[in-house]
């Protein structure tokens, strides 16, 4: 008999509408201020963390709703933000400087419902509120470090060799420039270099009678470089997102050399701002105990050293040999010195680092150690009337310690002016420093208040246009109508589904694309139902017509719909982020409304009519 579905088919869009139904409730719960706790390897959030935090709670008279355990530490829920903001204050004194309390919001969905891993779909930047980021790396200082780099290889390559030079640097213009002594000494090293860096294109100088050797990185080489410190640069900011506590973070590349960072329900803005664009980093070098420095500062730098200054303004000479780098800092954690209870840093270091430090440090037992603590800072200054980015490079001595044993892998750094400064550096080392300094070309602050607008505004178009189809559909066509109703309803819930168990994010053109999909939805039954009509009103059976109906508008609806599916896919793979928002919601509900307007209204309409001897149709 036509118009009749086996029981399997009733059964598996029971089961898709049970399980899309589940999928899609979080949705309807919101999300709870929160406060998310996480800490370094060597400050474990555990069960005695969560006692503390609840104790700290319960003594300032802090009302709040739960303490549970997250994938990346700890997250505390509160009814408003106005207790959310007096709990941070109150936990970060209970916990110390060893542990990041970040300011968060945190889905409210119960727990029955994340057991079955039930989430709500991400909100973008549009809707939830946040800050938004276009930042742009220094290309001309990636290619700079790169040569520094060289410099440090190349005076080792000569030394192990044997090969006598006057000097190795890098010009200020571009290059490195090897003096030599003679021709012969620059001839016995050209093979060397090139085989040793067959990267480096070589030119001769000649410079008043003294010959040298040019060194450039090749084009390929440079461009190379560049693009990694793109790369890099993105997962140290994503590292540093992390360390933030923000959810569902978008960190992409935007050109050649642009990164984009946004980062949606962020409360603290000003702190995401300071650490997402700070360089610091460290280096360790030996000091110069033969020389001394008030007469450097007078006269001549004495050669192999540099001259620096610590904090209290006083001068120091360092040994250009740098023992260790930021770079090779495995792990940072802040803390306090136990000797004197001034703030304090804990490293540890990779292998490689491991070996030189234990190495210089057996060398030079009784001798002065410092660190240095460098920076890169941007400033804007008025020039002529135009605005002037210019960039400098901070460099200070924060610690002189005489080495009384050798040690390799874990040590502690002090000198540090307070406990918030040795947070952020550990922070910082903890995340990596950046491959290359980068400037906040663009900032964009959205408001909660903002988003709630947009998320008021956006889901009452939705309604407004959800309600005048209902109502259109069910006068027009009456019980067939009301079947429509149905699966429209069913298709926003399985969209709603998909997009929460995908973790897709939901924009302002994503919410434009599931009012677009409302209309396209209702277009299909509108196709079947007037080919029903039809059938009618050239004498077939009711039974006949409704099959005839589905039948020969299915090739009609398939084609409307691949085609829109295939300008979708099109959007997606060459849009940006607001068409990509609004292409992914348009692709997802075309493949749900031909779910639900083709076999869920036919399922309806067969439980209806199936099986019956009819006269006439509701339609």
């Known amino acids: 008999m036509i118009n009749q579905y086996p029981i399997w088919k009733y059964t598996l869009i029971a089961l898709v509408v049970v399980a899309a139904s589940l ?7 919101g999300e709870d201020p929160s406060l998310q706790v996480s800490g370094s390897r060597m400050a474990v959030v555990d069960e005695t963390t969560k006692s503390t935090v609840e104790v700290a709670l319960q003594e300032a008279g802090i009302a709040y709703k739960a303490v549970e355990f997250i994938e990346r530490g700890m997250l505390v829920r509160f009814s408003d933000t106005e207790n959310q903001l007096k709990g941070q ?19 409210a969905t119960p727990g029955w419902l994340r057991a079955l891993k039930a989430k709500p779909m991400f909100l973008g930047l549009d809707l939830r509120g946040g800050v938004h980021f276009l930042m742009e ?14 410099v440090g290889d190349l005076r080792a390559l000569l030394r192990s060799n044997k090969i006598r030079y006057l000097s190795i640097g890098r010009r200020a213009d571009d290059g490195v420039q090897v003096r030599f002594r003679n ?36 084009e390929q080489e440079s461009s190379d470089v560049q693009r990694f410190a793109v790369q890099q640069n993105i997962t140290t900011l994503r590292n540093r997102v992390n360390e933030l506590g923000v959810a569902e973070p978008v960190i992409q590349q935007q050109g050649l050399s642009r990164i984009v960072v946004q980062l949606p329900g962020i409360q603290d803005t000003a702190r995401a701002k300071e650490i997402l664009g700070a360089t610091a980093t460290l280096e360790f070098r030996m000091a110069d105990e033969t020389h001394n420095a008030q007469d450097a500062v007078s006269g001549r730098v004495p050669a192999g050293t540099k001259l620096y200054k610590e904090r209290d303004g006083s001068p120091i000479l360092l040994k250009k040999r740098i023992i260790v780098t930021g770079d090779q800092i495995t792990d940072a954690a802040s803390g306090i010195d136990q000797t ?47 605005t002037v980015k210019t960039r400098r490079r901070v460099e200070e001595v924060i610690n002189v310690a005489r080495i009384r044993e050798p040690f390799s892998k874990r040590f502690q750094i002090t000198g540090l002016d307070s406990t918030e400064e040795a947070r952020d550096l550990s922070l910082l080392l903890r995340a990596g420093a950046l491959s290359a300094p980068i400037d906040i070309v663009e900032e964009r602050t959205v408001g909660p208040s903002l988003g709630k607008d947009n998320i008021d505004q956006g889901f009452l178009s939705i309604q407004i246009g959800f309600v005048l189809v209902l109502i259109f559909m069910a006068f027009y066509y009456r019980a067939f109508g009301l079947v429509a109703d149905l699966a429209l309803t ?19 053109p994503g919410i434009a694309g599931i009012v677009l999909t409302v209309g396209m939805a209702v277009d299909a039954n509108v196709l079947i139902f007037e080919r029903i009509r039809e059938e009618i009103r050239n004498g077939n059976s009711p039974q006949a017509s409704i099959h005839a109906g589905y039948e020969k508008a299915f090739s009609t ?62 339609i």
């Open 23 to 29: 999928y899609a409730l979080p949705n309807l719960f």
């Open 89 to 107: 204050k109150a936990v970060k004194n209970a916990l110390g400087i060893n542990y990041v309390v970040a300011l968060n919001l945190a889905p």
């Open 137 to 150: 790396v220094d290309m001309d200082a990636a290619v700079k470090q790169a040569e520094e780099r060289y």
């Open 183 to 218: 021709a012969e000494d620059l001839d016995s090293s050209r093979e060397l270099i090139r085989r040793e860096f067959n990267t480096l294109e070589q030119r001769e100088l000649d410079e008043g009678g003294k010959v040298s050797l040019l060194l450039t990185l090749s």
């Open 340 to 386: 004197d209870g001034s703030p304090a840093v804990f490293i540890s270091l990779d292998g490689k680092g491991a070996k030189k430090m234990l190495n210089t440090t057996k060398e030079n037992v009784g001798k002065l150690m410092a660190v240095v603590f460098i920076e890169n800072k941007s400033e804007t200054k008025l020039v002529d009337g135009e």
């Open 490 to 508: 069913v298709n926003l819930v399985l969209l709603v589904a998909v997009l929460s168990m995908f973790q897709a994010t939901l924009t302002l």
């Open 557 to 618: 609806i398939a084609d409307a719909n691949i085609t829109t599916l295939i300008a979708a896919i099109v959007l997606f793979g060459f849009g940006t982020g607001p068409i990509k928002g609004f292409a992914v919601t348009l692709c997802i509900g075309i493949l749900t409304s031909m779910f639900t307007a083709i076999m869920g209204t036919r399922a309806a309409i067969n439980l209806m009519y199936g099986g019956r001897r009819v006269s006439t149709l509701a």
